[in-house]
């Protein structure tokens, strides 16, 4: 049994590791506002903060609304513009020192109650109480026993980063002034449709790569070569198409890595550990870019392209195509990793991320349906005890705290794809872990190929319905994360029934179930690495 290439161990490694990590699709933001509102019982609402520095608009600050108080409008014009003064004492659980009459009084969480803090703040004078929180995240503020309150001024919370803003401002001797309101959000916003269509696109175009690239053909692009040459030619193209077969065993040890990687990352998360994912998703976007971009460029019968080489320390022999693309993949990541901030920085992302997916699936792949159904089982285990079980165990959905980034210093963690909002409000992102890609595009990617070495056609097949099963799955996703008010989901609950159980039905229904589930281990079809 041949070992993989160096480098096609190196990107495989790299997708692999990017699999233990948290898997979820979500909204980066709270919940959205619901129903009709009373008090004691208000929907906690998202809200805007419009901010103004000594009359200069700064970015807006997001919070959320206290199941008490007063209703903020919808509509920014129907707010007013406040000034901004901290309460005295900042906790506010005593009647303030400084005057808060008809301003937005600021305080911090902490002390004693949030019913007392709203009243206190009421008694003072102010129009409208903003807490901030104690860490990263929009705190939900309950009434608690109480439901005889008479708080008939806005009480919301914001971020611990969003305070500090405030603080910066204020601490400067600036004049703050606030306008709160709380937009409503449109049910379906038009990024969901395009992140839906780049996941999809990314599991088909993986699954079809070896046709659109004609690699599996390319013996016409060595035969310009000396016959002396061609044996050698013949042998690297051999070593090039090396795979590395998913095993059982690897798909149990994955759930034991993943599961010990996930709480060091709740446990141990800091800027700095953000900082050796966002270097690890360059290296791997890098080397799935050059792969893709050389694929695509030897599959348009460019002539040549492979003859002229270089011999370069550390790298070895290596041809100019390859070099001018490796130069242009490192240029592209570095500028990526440093304008990852920016507005359009999503872009860079989505495209490394996209390219390294590409590569993992076409390197690592599941050898019958007896893998796929124990590492997609025990993925979908894995993601529903992350997020619907761990808060039982931690008091907090591990994976979605750590897909939040609660403790990362204000860093995101880069290995999913995200799409800004386009018609909500609130604006930020639509998310997919690449987990929610890769797990379901190696059941897929097997589909294809099983297909192809039967020659079934596309009705008789199984690549159209497993393709039209992630579609449906995904789609099921969005939904629930509707119906959830936008708490992340394990987005493998609905993908693996939607996939593996769309197959596991297909192939009983048509008496091809004994073949999917033994498929390739007969010796006639040796193994070219394993897992």
């Not at 994360?481 to 197959?503: E, I, N, R, S, W």
Request: with cysteine; net charge negative; glycine share 8%.
């Amino acid at each position: 049994m041949a070992d993989p290439s160096a480098y096609q161990l190196s990107i495989v490694l790299v997708g692999i590791f990017f699999l233990v990590l948290p898997s979820i699709t979500a909204a980066d933001d709270a919940s959205a506002p619901t129903g009709e509102i009373a008090n004691c019982t208000n929907d906690f609402r998202l809200v805007k903060i419009n901010r103004w520095v000594d009359g200069v608009e700064k970015e807006p600050i997001g919070g959320l609304t206290a199941d008490f108080g007063a209703i903020l409008p919808a509509l920014a014009k129907q707010g007013n513009r406040l000034p901004a003064t901290f309460s005295e004492p900042l906790d506010s659980c005593s009647l303030s020192t400084s005057k808060l009459s008809g301003s937005i009084a600021i305080a911090v969480r902490g002390e004693c109650i949030f019913t007392a803090k709203a009243q206190i703040a009421q008694a003072g004078g102010a129009a409208a109480l903003v807490m901030i929180n104690d860490d990263e995240g929009l705190l939900q503020m309950g009434c608690g026993n109480e439901t005889n309150l008479n708080i008939t001024i806005p009480v919301i919370t914001i971020s611990k980063s969003g305070g500090e803003e405030l603080k910066k401002s204020m601490d400067g001797g600036a004049k703050v002034e606030l306008l709160l309101y709380a937009p409503n959000r449109p049910i379906l916003d038009y990024s969901v449709i395009f992140l839906w269509m780049m996941a999809v696109g990314t599991v088909v175009t993986a699954s079809l790569w070896s046709e659109i690239t004609g690699s599996e053909n390319s013996d016409e692009r060595y035969n310009e070569l000396s016959p002396k040459e061609s044996d050698a030619a013949a042998a690297k193209q051999e070593e090039d198409k090396e795979i590395l077969h998913i095993n059982t065993k690897s798909a149990v040890v994955f759930v034991i890595t993943a599961s010990t990687f996930l709480l060091l990352l709740y446990f141990f998360m800091s800027s700095w550990f953000v900082w050796v994912l966002i270097v690890l998703f360059c290296i791997g976007g890098i080397e799935g870019m050059h792969n893709c971009i050389v694929s695509l460029v030897m599959s348009s019968k460019c002539k040549g392209c492979q003859k002229k080489t270089v011999n370069l320390p550390l790298l070895g022999e290596m041809t100019i195509l390859s070099l001018v693309v490796l130069i242009c993949c490192v240029v592209f990541a570095v500028v990526w990793a440093a304008n990852r901030k920016a507005s359009y920085s999503w872009i860079g992302q989505d495209v490394l991320g996209i390219c390294m997916m590409l590569t993992v699936l076409q390197l690592a792949q599941l050898p019958n349906i007896k893998v796929a159904t124990v590492l997609l089982c025990c993925a979908f285990l894995y993601d529903i005890f992350w997020v619907f079980l761990s808060p039982y165990i931690f008091h907090d959905s591990v994976m979605i705290a750590v897909a939040r980034g609660d403790k990362s210093g204000g860093e995101s963690i880069p290995m999913l794809l995200r799409v800004p909002r386009i018609a909500d409000p609130y604006e930020g992102y639509n998310m997919i872990g690449f987990g929610d890609i890769l797990f379901p595009g190696l059941l897929v990617s097997f589909s294809f190929r099983f297909d192809k070495a039967n020659k079934k056609r596309i009705l008789n097949g199984y690549f159209l319905f497993l393709t039209i099963g992630y579609g449906l799955g995904l789609a099921f996703t969005y939904l629930g994360l509707y119906l959830m008010d936008g708490h992340g989901q394990p987005a493998l609950l609905y993908l693996v029934p939607c996939t593996l159980g769309t197959c596991v039905v297909l192939g009983w229904i048509r008496g091809e179930l004994k073949q999917l589930w033994s498929y390739g281990t007969s010796s006639e079809t040796p193994a070219s690495g394993e897992a």
